[in-house]
């Protein structure tokens, strides 16, 4: 199968080199100039720079005789134009994409998209929060409490990079729980330091939600 990824972050080059080792033809699309030099060094020609959202580096790619087109980048808009130009402009067959908030997950699928892969959803449904005595918080009760699990990937232009999370100025309550980072998840510390790629998993009330991702915001 020819298979074009949009997006390279964590997601999209270990699937890109999980996908060419099976026997795949695989295309990795990456706008970002210094994140492709970095991904081309090891995938060459694998890697083509440039905004998998324009029409003509669609063309100039494949999108025309891809048999699957999958975006992964950390910006649900943009994964939402690149698989619906796939499937209108193009006929490609089958689309998926990552969602990064799970709010966008329906409206994805009635927009005509095959497959949603929620990363924030499927953390939501396997955790369970212990505390003292051996009692379990049931994630419902996240629900109805207000709190969102929100999931934000570490860009090369986010202001974060290299920040220790004890420099961050988060929104109140706040809570970083995770960060995936070379498909290992840490329990991070004051002193975690982001790097590129990382997919950082936190909690937060519901009504800060944007000033949280702002502040994970290429400025």
Known sequence: MYIIIVGGG??????????ASAGHEVLLLEKDRSRYRNLSEEL??????GDGCQADLQQEAGFGRADV????SGSDDDNLVVCQMAKMEFNVPRTITRVNSPNNESL?????????????????????QEVGGG??????????????????????????LH???KSLSLPPDALIISIIRDEHAILPTAETR???????????NAEH??????VFAEG
């Not at 060459?44 to 720079?49: D, K, L, P, S």
């Not at 087109?69 to 992964?72: C, E, F, I, K, R």
């Open 10 to 19: 964590n997601v999209g080059y270990y699937l890109s080199k999980t996908l």
């Open 209 to 214: 939600e944007h000033a949280l991702r702002d």
């Open 44 to 49: 060459g020609e694998m890697v083509m720079q």
């Open 69 to 72: 087109v999958v975006a992964v």
């Open 194 to 204: 982001f790097e590129a790629g990382d997919s950082v998993i936190a909690l937060v």
């Open 135 to 160: 009692e379990v918080i049931p994630l419902a009760a996240l629900n109805r409490g207000n709190i969102e699990i929100i999931d934000v990937e570490i860009s090369t232009k986010s202001p974060v």
């Open 108 to 128: 994805f699928r009635k927009l005509g998209i095959d497959a949603t892969v929620s990363a924030t959803k499927i953390i939501y449904n396997l955790i369970e």
């Open 163 to 165: 920040h220790e999370i």
